[in-house]
């Protein structure tokens, strides 16, 4: 089960990452936030059908053909864990050594379309606000750790609970003869 874990986890981690490292360099240089994230999450449930398949192997390869869905979901959390830490830490190194300067351009963006979208200047004050408390929030490592986590581990789940409901098989898939 390891094997698979790890093999998996860190082919879906290294898709995942290179993919958000592609997105935030040419989405945040057009300044399209929008366009990055319909792409990064896009991303992500492609590298995350590394789940699915991680699972049906070790069902198919060393279990003999049947998994119950506690083993299944197990084995996508921990495939789901792997790729999302090294999700975290591509980002990490993304944010501190190429994009210092994400949140200026993301709170500048989410503020010219909130202009743009005609709310009372009430609600832009809001919104300005809102964006200068996530802008000192990410001067806090922590924080960023924990909300790259939040971005991309319920997504993980999802298709951990999906992959673990399809492939469940208590009995052995039996073969026909002729």
Known sequence: MKKVVLVYGIIAGLIVAGMMAFSTGYYCAKGDFEGGMIYGYSAMIIAFSMIFVGVKSFRDKQNGGTINFGKAFKIGLY????????????WLINYYC???DFMDK???AMISKAKASGISADELAK????????????????FI????YVEILPVALVVTLISALILKRTQPKQIQTV
Do not use: D, R
């Open 145 to 148: 750790i924990l909300m790259t």
């Open 79 to 90: 495939i789901s864990l792997i790729a999302s830490t090294i999700y975290v830490i591509g």
């Open 127 to 142: 919104k300005a606000a809102e964006m200068a408390q996530m802008k000192e929030w990410y001067k806090n490592p922590l």
């Open 106 to 108: 993301y709170a500048t």
């Open 98 to 100: 190429f994009i210092p």
